[in-house]
C-alpha cells in the first residue's frame, strides 16, 4: 500500500515538472498571462472580489489590443473560480491567458487542479509569462528520515522532515562500567555487565520498531534512518538480531558523533546532510542497479526497448516499469482506411518525420492519426491496468545515464523469465502445438 502510494507521489511529481516546463516555455503579448496561487483556508469570496476590482483598473489601459488581452485573462479567471465553492483543502493552482504559439498565433489557456501536497504560497500576478516558482515548492521533497542517537548514556529517536525536526522519544540507561576488581567475582561483574548491555539493546530496538513502524501497514513510516553515537552502541544495535529487519533495509548510513541526546542529534543531521541529499539517487541507483544485475546474470526476468516492454507489459508480466523521466517517444493509434484496421506504434522523433511509418507496408495505403499521445503520459494514466510499479528516473547518477543512453531509457523489471520474441511472433500457430505432441 506504502509502495503504490510512492508511485502515484512520483507521478504527480513529474506530471508538476512537466506543467513547470510547458509554462516556462509560453510567452505571451503585453500582461495578458495571470498566475494566481490559493493556499489552503483561502476564500474564493477575497479573490472574486480583487479580481473585480483589477477588472475595473485594466479597464483603463490605454493599449486597446493589451487591454482586451488582460480583460479577456481576467474573465477566464472569474469563470473558471466560479466552478469553485470553496478552495480545495490543498490549495488552488491556476494559470490563465493569451499566450503565443510557435507560428505566431495567438491562443487561449488556462490550467487549474488542486497540488498534490499543500502549497504554502498566495500570488497573484499579470505578465508577459507564468510565473511557476511556487510550484518548485511542491517539488522540494517532504521525505521522513529517522535518527537513533546511542550511547552509553542513552538513546534519543528523532524524525527529520525537510526543515523540521521532532524529537519522539529519549531514555537514559545507567549502565556498569569496566573494572579490573571483584577477584573470584570478576567474571560474574562481567556477566552482570553483558547483561546489562544486552536489556539496553532489547529497549533500544523495540522502541526503534515502535516508532519507526507503521501498525496499520506494517511498512517503515521513514523512507532512511540514520544511526549515531559515540560508542560501539550503534553499531551493535544496526546488527544486532534483535533489531526489525524492516528497519534493518532502511539505515542509510551509521555516523559517530561527540556527543548524545539532543546535541548529538543536530551533529548527526549536519553530518547527514549529503546522504540525505542523495537518497533518491541511491534509491535510482538501487532500482537500475537490480535491472542491471538481472542483464548481468541472464536471468531473463528483464525487458529493454520500448517494442519488447510494450510486448511484456501486454503479457502481463512486468513487475517494475522503469522509464526515463525525458523520455520523448509517442504513442500513435492508427487507422487503415481501406482495410479500417488498428495498429498502434511507438514512435520517436525521427521516426516521426519518416512518412513511412505513417503507410501500411501490405496495401501502401495511408494510415490516419486516430489518436496521438506522450508515452510517459499514457503509462500515467494506464500503468496500474498491467499490474506493475511505475518508477520514473533522471540521467544525473551514472546508472541512470547508462539506462538512458545505452537502454533506450525505457525498460523493466520481470515478474518471471519470459520470452517476448515468441509472444510477439503470434503466440505460436495451432500446427506448432501438434508437433509439440506428435
Not at 209 to 225: H, M
Not at 377 to 396: I, M
Not at 420 to 436: I, R, W
Request: glycine share 8%; with cysteine.
Amino acid at each position: 500500500m506504502g509502495e503504490g502510494h510512492e508511485t502515484d507521489k512520483n507521478i504527480e511529481i513529474w506530471k508538476v515538472k512537466k506543467l513547470i516546463k510547458a509554462l516556462d516555455a509560453a510567452r505571451g503579448n503585453g500582461t495578458s498571462m495571470i498566475s494566481l496561487i490559493m493556499p489552503p483556508r483561502d476564500q474564493i469570496s477575497r479573490v472574486t472580489k480583487m479580481l473585480g476590482d483589477e477588472y475595473g483598473t485594466a479597464s483603463n489601459i490605454k493599449s486597446r489590443v493589451n487591454r482586451q488581452s488582460v480583460l479577456a485573462a481576467i474573465t477566464s479567471a472569474q469563470q473558471r473560480l466560479k466552478l469553485y465553492s470553496r478552495v480545495p483543502s490543498n490549495g488552488l493552482v491556476l494559470y490563465t491567458g493569451t499566450i503565443v504559439t510557435d507560428d505566431g498565433k495567438e491562443k487561449k489557456v488556462t490550467f487549474d487542479f488542486e497540488p498534490f501536497r499543500p502549497i504554502n504560497a498566495s500570488l497573484y500576478l499579470c505578465d508577459n509569462k507564468f510565473h511557476t516558482e511556487a510550484l518548485n515548492e511542491l517539488l522540494a521533497s517532504d521525505d521522513k528520515f529517522g535518527f537513533i542517537i546511542m550511547d552509553g548514556n542513552g538513546t534519543l529517536y528523532g524524525t527529520l522532515s525537510g526543515n523540521s525536526r521532532e524529537i519522539l522519544y529519549k531514555f537514559s540507561v545507567d549502565l556498569p562500567k569496566k573494572h579490573g576488581r571483584g577477584g573470584q567475582s570478576a567474571v560474574r561483574f562481567a556477566r552482570l555487565r553483558m547483561e546489562r548491555r544486552h536489556n539496553y539493546l532489547r529497549k533500544a530496538a523495540e522502541l526503534a520498531t515502535q516508532f519507526f513502524i507503521n501498525p496499520a501497514t506494517n511498512q517503515p513510516n521513514i523512507v532512511g534512518l540514520i544511526l549515531a553515537g559515540s560508542a560501539d552502541f550503534k553499531t551493535e544495535l544496526g546488527k544486532s538480531e534483535m533489531f526489525d529487519p524492516r528497519l534493518q533495509a532502511k539505515v542509510i548510513k551509521t555516523i559517530d558523533v561527540s556527543y548524545g541526546g539532543d546535541s548529538g542529534f543536530n551533529q548527526a543531521i549536519e553530518m547527514s546532510a549529503e546522504v540525505l541529499s542523495d537518497v533518491k539517487f541511491v534509491q535510482e541507483k538501487k532500482l537500475i542497479g537490480k535491472y542491471f544485475e538481472e542483464i548481468s546474470q541472464d536471468t531473463g526476468k528483464y525487458v529493454l526497448g520500448v517494442q519488447d516492454t510494450m510486448t511484456a507489459l501486454e503479457m502481463g508480466a512486468v513487475e517494475t516499469l522503469i522509464v526515463w523521466e525525458n523520455l520523448d517517444v509517442k504513442r500513435y493509434e492508427l487507422k487503415n482506411s481501406t482495410t479500417g484496421e488498428t495498429v498502434v506504434k511507438y514512435l520517436n522523433g525521427d521516426q516521426e518525420a519518416d512518412q513511412s511509418n505513417f503507410i501500411d507496408q501490405a496495401t501502401s495505403g495511408p494510415l490516419d492519426v486516430i489518436d496521438k499521445t506522450l508515452l510517459l503520459e499514457w503509462f500515467a494514466e494506464n500503468y496500474q491496468q498491467f499490474g506493475c510499479t511505475l518508477e520514473f528516473v533522471t540521467n544525473k547518477s551514472q546508472e541512470g545515464s547508462q539506462f538512458c543512453r545505452g537502454f533506450g531509457g525505457i525498460g523493466g523489471i520481470l515478474r518471471y523469465p519470459a520470452d517476448v520474441t515468441a509472444y510477439q511472433d503470434g503466440d505460436m500457430s495451432d500446427e506448432d502445438y501438434d508437433e509439440d505432441f506428435e
